[in-house]
């Protein structure tokens, strides 16, 4: 038998058996062929690019935010002194922590990362991130919506995507924040307002509540969020540490936006990379009124959008863009909407006649949408774009003795590009599909 015979159509053969796959391992396999291909390319290049995954400027700065306020607790009963500005909430998990590990021996360092060097304070950060990987894998599965292997190799990917400990509880709510468990439901109120009081950001899923529907629950969910938010405060110093809390939650940025524009994907990280590319340098925060305008996008895809996942992207939008300074960490808050879509996308329980249906739906727009977020998720091994880091050295010599603590790449300006591009689009969609609804409705009414 002839090679030609035996193989007729390799390409196409693989396309249609790709194309059969569930729309969930069709995602799990980009995720996991796009963060393979990162390792790979740290593996040839000694980790040329780890700090694109992993916050490791200069190799020094790695868990600084664990170990840093862990160290601050021999100190201080007011951390908010050494000008962190976490709310309380993280402070409280923090303090548990230090009482695990024996009495002096955090004292005798000199430097607060010392504590990376100690067993002891290391084995509070191994055992939460064991922790996190068992409610995390079974809360993504149950939010793609698939039991089966492709469901766990979803969770498996995302999980790869990077570790945030407050996502859990988000995943959580997410999940039973509609159940018609009413305990379920109340349950998932707390622990966003657990997440809220250890990263702020997260209490604006509660507006999932506002357009639920249990949304009279909205006002006595908000009471708990802000009442667990203030709460830990007086495990300190009252009134006087949120007045510190505050201070240093508008100070810190300020001079952090200083530091470069490399993994920072908020957007004041976005204008200030444009400016740089265009070959000149926004300097300093933005003003007042360019500072809302994320809020307001977010506000915007939020209120006229009428699928879940895309309000869990408006969401993720939310504390992605809004906050001076995000890390590239924060996409990982783009799971649920992505686990939303393919499950919103696929045709499981769909009747057999209407399936072809649901994969036309699913091959146009919802693809791209899928593609575009799962591009999000992977990590990128890319090199610096050293004449905007020069240029960013050089402008900010004039102004301050600052250095380029957080150099740009090429990955940062994939990620900036591709939240924008998803952002203005959805948006664009949404208006258009609601002023084709209200056409229809009032040629309907003319008839």
Request: glycine letters at 6%; one cysteine or more; charged letters at 15%.
């Amino acid at each position: 038998m002839s090679r030609s015979c035996l193989f007729p159509k390799t390409v196409d053969g693989l396309t249609s058996q790709i194309a059969r796959l569930h729309k969930c391992a069709q995602v799990s396999m980009l995720l996991v062929l796009g963060t393979s291909a990162f390792w790979a390319i740290l593996f040839f290049t000694h980790g040329t690019a780890l700090d694109s995954y992993i916050f490791v400027y200069d190799g020094h700065f790695w868990g600084s935010d664990y170990f840093g306020p862990l160290y601050m607790m021999q100190h201080w009963t007011n951390p908010w002194e050494g000008g962190i500005n976490y709310p309380a909430g993280a402070y409280v998990f923090y303090r548990i922590f230090y009482h695990f590990i024996p009495q002096g021996s955090v004292a005798q360092y000199s430097d607060a990362l010392m504590g990376r060097t100690y067993a002891y304070a290391i084995l509070g950060l191994i055992i939460t991130y064991v922790l996190y990987l068992i409610p995390t894998y079974f809360l993504t599965k149950r939010m793609v919506g698939d039991k089966g292997p492709s469901g766990s190799l979803f969770s498996l990917a995302t999980m790869l995507c990077g570790p945030a400990l407050a996502a859990i509880v988000i995943y959580f709510y997410i999940e039973f924040h509609s159940s018609e468990d009413a305990n379920l439901r109340w349950l998932s109120y707390i622990l966003l307002a657990v997440a809220a009081s250890i990263k702020v950001y997260p209490v604006v899923y509660l507006g999932l509540v506002l357009v639920g529907k249990h949304r009279r629950e909205f006002i006595p969910a908000c009471f708990i969020s802000l009442g667990l938010f203030l709460a830990p405060f007086f495990w300190f110093e009252g009134v006087d540490s949120i007045y510190a809390f505050i201070n240093n939650f508008i100070a810190d940025a300020a001079w952090k936006s200083d530091w470069g524009v490399g993994y920072i994907v908020s957007f004041q990280g976005l204008v200030k990379l444009v400016s740089l590319l265009i070959g000149s340098y926004y300097n300093g925060e933005l003003s007042g009124a360019l500072k809302i305008v994320p809020l307001l996008i977010a506000l915007a895809l939020f209120f006229t959008s009428s699928e879940e996942w895309k309000r869990l992207f408006a969401c993720a939008i939310a504390c992605i863009w809004f906050p001076t300074m995000s890390w590239t960490y924060m996409l990982i808050l783009l799971v649920p909407a992505l686990a939303r879509l393919v499950n919103e996308s696929s045709d499981a329980g769909i009747p057999r006649k209407a399936k072809h249906d649901a994969r036309v739906r699913f091959s146009k727009g919802r693809a791209a949408y899928s593609v575009a977020i799962t591009l999000l998720l992977i990590p990128y091994a890319t090199p610096k774009i050293e004449g905007i880091n020069s240029l960013f050295f050089e402008l900010k010599q004039r102004v301050s003795t600052m250095v380029t603590v957080y150099p740009a790449s090429w990955g940062t300006v994939i990620i900036d590009g591709l939240l924008l591009i998803i952002t203005a689009t959805m948006l664009f969609d949404n208006v258009s599909q609601l002023i084709s609804t209200r056409t229809s409705m009032r040629h309907h009414t003319k008839t």
